[in-house]
């Protein structure tokens, strides 16, 4: 990591002067077309960012989580893609003006390095993600898919490694480029094989080493 903490907390602090929001799981926070009206830290919850393709089928981008921002590219760059942010969960966010934003960085380029700290995480994400659409079969890129998420999300209330975020099987279908069908059918299969458990709150993964093997 390249920022400090005390960089971290004051961007954060920056934030928490900002408009505190609330939203339900399922609720839209930014809408596809629709021009952001800030700058969000995700204090609590999940969001995902996704995109509807010309086939009018979801295009699963990222899952973003607390302590993330979004949408880092319009902030520095004004453009905005047709990309719609939806909550997974019950969400708090804090959002400020893109402007008053851009302006504090001016005045405060210590922050900086946290930024790049998660600009460098995103770029890394969006990297292994088209890596895991590299893999020819379904059940390769299911495996990839939930090695790479229970990775990132497990956050140690399940023994076990765990997906510990509330990602639908649609959203990892549209994430793998699989039908919600063919990934379930995989589920299902690695399951039976021992290599995941489905029973518990969030997908478990039982066995990390031979769930690596299949790619």
Do not use: C
Not at 193 to 208: A, H, M, T, V
């Amino acid at each position: 990591m390249l920022a400090d903490e005390s960089s971290r907390k004051q961007l954060l602090d920056f934030f928490h002067g900002g408009t505190k929001l609330s939203y339900k799981k399922g609720d839209s926070v930014v809408n596809s077309g629709d021009s952001p009206k800030g700058i969000h830290y995700i204090e609590e919850g999940f969001v995902k960012a996704y995109a509807i393709t010309k086939y009018g089928e979801e295009n699963n981008l990222i899952v973003r989580q607390h302590d993330d921002l979004f949408p880092l590219i319009w902030a520095f760059t004004g453009l905005h893609r047709d990309i719609t942010y939806e909550a997974l969960s019950d969400t708090t966010l804090w959002r400020v003006a893109r402007s008053d934003f851009l302006s504090y960085l001016k005045k405060n380029e210590h922050v900086v390095p946290v930024l790049l700290d998660m600009a460098i995480e995103a770029y890394r994400l969006h990297s292994e993600r088209v890596m895991t659409l590299e893999y020819r079969t379904v059940r390769e890129r299911l495996a990839s898919f939930l090695l790479t998420h229970a990775e990132r999300f497990n956050d140690g209330s399940s023994k076990k490694l765990a997906l510990s975020a509330p990602i639908r099987r649609q959203d990892i279908a549209s994430s793998i480029n699989a039908s919600r069908e063919s990934t379930s059918r995989a589920l299902s299969t690695l399951s039976k094989q021992g290599l995941i458990n489905l029973k518990s709150r969030f997908i478990e993964i039982s066995d990390p080493d031979k769930l690596r093997e299949l790619l």
